[in-house]
């Protein structure tokens, strides 16, 4: 049995943990937050005070860091997992990063005998926290077939994108694009039905019913008609940063994202509003414009 590290502990990375100790696995992590290290160890992990202590008790470690930069200090810093890790073993870069970062830092490992995995993820919160989580999964086969069991732990639908790093991290920005797009459509639908003084719940009847109906679309409705804006394991930075990145795609490649770029200043105006705010925060600030709320029930 392989003995498993998390890197980052917060939402998306306590839903790791979790899960890796649900089927056995060792697991040593780390992370800045305090509340979030007490967390982990009391679900049985066994907590570390540095990337390279993580690096040094496991055969993997699950990188879920929010930025390029901090992914390249906790693998490649002078405290990172490469030169800690033990030779054959492999970083799973499960955070959501530019290609390009993803390509720089498998360009950094080459020759350090340790294997990089670029699989970015998809679920949000609900899909961490239930192992549910679909990979983009960028290695080469062999690497992929070693440690695809870990990897089992945390995802029902691990997808082989390509074999080189940044593979994941390219087909994820493009997945975030269309998910922002589907977002910021809900949003300004709710705020039009919440006009025309429809109820949320009928809306949410009608949508989830109908051929737009989906997942990113019924839980971002339940969540605006029960008012739920914070705390729900989805933060608007994440989607933000995200959204971000696949714009920077899209110029580097020179591919116009129209909806994308929409989508990308409905999250610059609820970020502004409500910077504690989750994704669906968006929402209040159309509503503040026109003046009326969705509600799960019409209000008399």
Known sequence: MKAAGVIGIGDMGSGLAKNLLKHGYQVTG??????????????????ASSPAEVGQAADAVFV?????????????????????????????????????EAREIGAAMEGSGIHLIDTPVSGGYPGAQSGTLTMMAAAPDAVLDQF???????????????????????????????IGA?????????????????????????????????????????????????????????????LTISMGLGEELGVPLHTAASAMQIFHAGRTKYPNGDNWVCTKVIEEIIGAELHRRARK
């Not at 691990?158 to 790093?165: A, E, K, S």
């Not at 989906?214 to 995200?242: P, Y």
């Open 182 to 242: 589907q977002f910021s459509a809900t949003f300004e639908a709710a705020a039009l039905a919440a006009k025309a003084g429809v109820s949320g719940q009928v809306l949410l009847d009608v949508f989830s019913t109908s051929s737009a109906g989906c997942g990113v679309v019924n839980n971002a409705l339940e969540k605006i008609i029960d008012r739920q804006f914070e705390g729900t394991g989805s933060h608007i930075n994440t989607m933000h940063k995200d």
């Open 30 to 47: 780390v992370d800045l937050k305090p509340d979030r290290m007490a967390a982990f160890t009391e679900m049985g992990g066994v907590p």
């Open 64 to 100: 879920m860091v929010m930025t390029g930069d901090e992914a390249k200090d906790v693998i490649l810093g002078q405290d990172g997992l490469v030169s800690h890790l033990p030779k054959g073993g492999a970083v799973i870069l499960s955070a959501t990063i530019k290609p390009r």
């Open 148 to 178: 695809v069991d870990l990897m089992e732990a945390v995802s029902s639908n691990i997808h082989r994108v390509g074999t080189r790093p940044g593979d994941g991290q390219t087909v994820k920005a493009c997945l975030q694009s269309l």
